[in-house]
């Protein structure tokens, strides 16, 4: 079942970000070291220190977990002996002893280390709300996540870059960009094996998320060349990865977004035309073909509007503030906590439908062809601004950008702070003192907070879609395969965009997928899951119904995915050299969009609704759609 599940309050996301250098300086922080602390140097001694045996409150039916292990790790910067990643790691279940194991060359035993994205997030928060083995509730209390990835292998979360979540840094020491980032994570892979031995030879699943996507293919450019690394990493995984280009990740997919989850702009097609039109002005509207002909696709740039020349938050914030819809805020959160029926009241209603005309009406005023002057490029704004705006039930004021479909004000808050940050677990995990741990945080790039950098992440290298060409046949010298997964409902790092960089980049001697993807892959309980594909070591795998954070909103799915599709070698969804696709494909699923199911949830914390469009309104939609997207042909269905 999809549920509103998501916790992100994700309001700072409807800004646009701005050139904005603050003068305010990082914090700075340090490891603590605890009592039993070795003073030697790092070595499998410090593998009892690093246990985690004290009990951790809040949590019940600890006692089923498996041993585990937390601390800082030093990145030897030199001149920055405070900068350290943090980690936690946990043995699979079942498999007592399997961390500690002394190292020989021939142990085959799988590990997983799993990254977090941001910039600035935690992997505790992996940990706590996705494929970790202890979960936070709405209560604060925890309990044991019985699809946790270290179900099927060894699994170390960690903090990186340096100072972000229980990771240390001084206020000089935060990493300048990623070829830095990755000089770190090499050294703290480096003195992790240090500790655990076995992990440097035995084969490593490397995965993550979201700014992974930055990640993970710097690390890889940066330990492939090396004649004797640290580990031995078998295979990467990126899940609604950050891969491309600010334009890439977010302006591409909006008309599929839109044909996904038409219940953004209200079914409407006129307005859908609008932002086809502005998405075709602005050159976003790329064309799939399978093999992809026409070469690469250009850079997608994002051609600013006014709207980017606002300095601050603030002015932003007033903007938007001024407006009748403060009014309809407030009037809805009234009404939400007395009678919720009341909120549908008609005159609320009708103001709204007013205001829509009025933004209609105002288009037609202007000349055809242009780019809106107050948006300019970046339409995602635009889209998830009018959904604000005019939309029922994202109208009320915070939306979830990462899970299309939950609409709760507030949302459902899943906050491990309170727990981490308690001196008991601090102390279980061997945690720093000298910071309070976060889930995210803007990360200062080069000791700065900056965000004119094109990514408007403050982070300056290049976006690893432009070298993934380069770095895949560099994995591919030495048998690394590629896993890409997506989460349908996720609007920040769509999988249309995932899509776009793989039919961008060339692996095996061809460019992209040389067919649509279309083949379904179901859970352990034989339900369709979503879509797989699989061509020359390039994995890519739909999920239906999930958000961006993806094990949050299908953990079963994702243990199955990570069974199947990232430790084994699943063969459904490969395309064999007679063009048939082994699963067969759907010829439903042969489109550029995934029909998201047309259901918003709304109300307050718990869902107290489940709105879903008059199916008149549907019908409707979709002959629409049908002839808005005849072009299209599907790919013929094929045999298994
Ligand atoms: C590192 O942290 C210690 C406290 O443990 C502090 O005394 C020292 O100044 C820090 N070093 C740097 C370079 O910031
Ligand atoms: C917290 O929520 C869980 C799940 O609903 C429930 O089992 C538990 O009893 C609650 N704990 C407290 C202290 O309210
Ligand atoms: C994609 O194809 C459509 C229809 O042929 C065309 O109008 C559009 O310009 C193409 N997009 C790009 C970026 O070339
Ligand atoms: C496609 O790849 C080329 C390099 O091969 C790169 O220059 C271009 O920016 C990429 N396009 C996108 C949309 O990422
Ligand atoms: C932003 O402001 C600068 C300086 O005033 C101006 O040159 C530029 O045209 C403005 N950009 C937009 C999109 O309005
Ligand atoms: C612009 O003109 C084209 C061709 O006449 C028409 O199809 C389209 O609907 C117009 N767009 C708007 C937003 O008026
Ligand atoms: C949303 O409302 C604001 C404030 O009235 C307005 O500036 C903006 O243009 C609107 N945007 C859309 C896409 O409706
Ligand atoms: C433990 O749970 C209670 C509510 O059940 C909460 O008030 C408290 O802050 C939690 N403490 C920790 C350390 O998580
Ligand atoms: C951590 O948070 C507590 C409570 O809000 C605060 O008193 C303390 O100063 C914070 N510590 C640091 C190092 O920021
Ligand atoms: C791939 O390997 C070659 C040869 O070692 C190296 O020159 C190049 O920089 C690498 N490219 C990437 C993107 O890793
Ligand atoms: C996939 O990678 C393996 C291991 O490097 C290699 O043997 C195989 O040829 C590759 N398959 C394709 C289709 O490129
Ligand atoms: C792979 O395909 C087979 C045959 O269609 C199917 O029975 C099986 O469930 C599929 N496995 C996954 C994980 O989708």
Avoid at 107 to 124: A, K, R, T
Avoid at 415 to 443: E, G, I, M
């Amino acid at each position: 079942m999809h549920g509103p599940q998501a916790f992100l309050t994700c309001a700072s996301f409807l800004l646009a970000s701005a050139g904005f250098v603050s003068a305010q300086t990082p914090p700075n922080s340090f490891p603590n070291a605890w009592p039993g602390q070795p003073t030697g140097p790092l070595s499998p001694e410090w593998q009892r220190y690093f246990e985690v045996t004290q009990p951790l409150p809040n949590l019940t039916d600890a006692a089923i977990l498996p041993r585990s292990f937390a601390g800082n790790i030093p990145v030897d910067r030199v001149g920055h002996p405070n900068d350290t990643f943090f980690f936690w790691g946990f043995e699979k279940v079942g498999q007592p002893g399997s961390l500690t194991a002394a190292s020989y060359p021939d142990n085959s035993d799988p590990w997983i280390l799993w990254v977090q994205g941001g910039p600035g997030s935690s992997g505790m928060l992996g940990l706590a709300v996705e494929n970790g083995p202890i979960h936070v509730l709405p209560n604060y209390t925890w309990t044991v996540n019985p699809y946790s990835w270290n179900q099927l292998a060894d699994t170390i979360w960690i903090d990186q870059p340096v100072g972000t979540g229980f990771s240390t840094a001084d206020s000089t020491g935060y990493v300048a960009d990623e070829d830095q980032m990755a000089e770190d994570f090499i050294n703290f892979l480096q003195n992790l094996v240090k500790v655990f031995p076995s992990l440097a030879t035995r084969p490593l699943y490397l995965a993550g998320e979201s700014y992974a996507g930055h990640y993970i293919p710097y690390l890889l450019k940066h330990i492939l060349p090396l004649d004797d690394p640290p580990v031995n990493i078998v295979k990467i995984a990126i899940g609604n990865g950050f891969i491309g280009s600010y334009g890439t990740n977010r302006e591409i997919p909006v008309i599929t977004l839109l044909e996904s989850f038409p219940e953004l702009i209200g079914y409407d097609s006129d307005v859908f035309n609008y932002f086809k039109e502005q998405h075709h002005l602005c050159g976003f509207d790329l064309n799939f073909t399978y093999p992809q002909t026409g070469g690469t696709f250009p850079p997608q740039l994002v051609a600013s509007g006014q709207i980017a020349n606002q300095t601050s938050k603030a002015k932003k914030q007033a903007l938007f503030s001024t407006s009748s819809r403060k009014q309809f805020i407030s009037e809805y959160s009234a009404h939400m906590h007395s009678n919720f029926d009341d909120m549908k009241r008609a005159d609320v209603f009708e103001r709204r439908e007013e205001a829509r005309s009025q933004w209609k009406r105002d288009l037609t005023g202007r000349p055809n062809g242009t780019i809106d002057p107050w948006y300019g490029c970046d339409v995602w704004q635009e889209m998830w601004d009018y959904a604000f705006n005019f939309t029922f039930p994202w109208k009320n004021g915070p939306l979830d950008t990462f899970d299309i479909p939950d609409a709760l004000s507030p949302e459902i808050k899943l906050d491990p702070s309170v727990f981490l940050n308690d001196p008991r677990v601090r102390a279980a995990l061997h945690a720093p003192l000298s910071k309070n741990w976060t889930q995210s945080f803007t990360y200062p790039f080069g000791n700065v907070y900056l965000t004119n950098t094109p990514n408007r992440h403050g982070d300056p290298s290049l976006e690893p879609a432009v070298f993934l060409t380069a770095l895949f046949a560099n994995a591919s010298a030495k048998g690394i395969p590629w896993v890409f997964y997506s989460g349908n409902a996720d609007s920040q790092d769509a999988h249309r965009s995932t899509e776009a960089v793989i039919q961008n980049f060339t692996f095996g001697g061809v460019q992209g997928f040389s067919r649509r993807p279309a083949t379904p892959w179901y859970d352990d309980a034989g339900a369709p899951a979503g879509v797989v594909h699989q061509e020359r070591n390039v994995s890519y795998v739909l999920f239906a119904g999930a958000g961006h954070l993806i094990p949050e909103y299908k953990p079963m799915q994702s243990l199955v995915f990570l069974r199947e599709f990232i430790l084994g070698d699943n063969p459904n969804g490969t395309v064999r050299e007679d063009g048939s696709v082994v699963g067969g494909e759907d010829p439903a699923l042969a489109q550029d969009y995934f029909f998201g199911g047309g259901e918003v949830f709304y109300g307050s914390s718990a869902t107290q609704g489940t709105l879903v469009a008059p199916s008149a309104t549907v019908a409707s939609w979709e002959s629409f759609l049908a002839s808005a997207t005849a072009t299209t042909t599907p790919a013929p269905p094929s045999e298994t």
